[in-house]
């Protein structure tokens, strides 16, 4: 059996007391979990289950092209409000 290396963004957001997590080029692919680690897990689990079903159905497997940068703002402070 041929195998092929698939590498996706995966985006893990506090929600709550848990963790969401999701995968911004496989639509409908979002998970969660108690803890990061955890949901790590449940979202290769996720990925994992949402590639399978895609190719079983003979349908193309998206690519992830996005690019991502961050970056750093300057913010004078100008009251004494918390910024989180």
């Known amino acids: 059996m041929d195998t092929k290396i698939l590498t996706y963004r995966t985006i893990i957001e506090k929600d709550g007391k848990y963790y969401h997590g999701y995968v911004p080029s496989l639509p409908g692919c979002h998970t969660q979990g108690d803890t990061i680690e955890e949901t790590i897990k ?27 940068t961050l970056q ?10 918390v910024y989180a």
């Open 42 to 68: 449940n979202l290769k689990e996720a990925m994992e289950g949402w590639l399978a079903a895609r190719q079983d159905l003979g349908w193309e497997i998206p690519k992830d092209e996005h690019i991502e």
């Open 72 to 81: 750093t703002i300057v913010l004078p402070i100008k009251s004494s409000r």
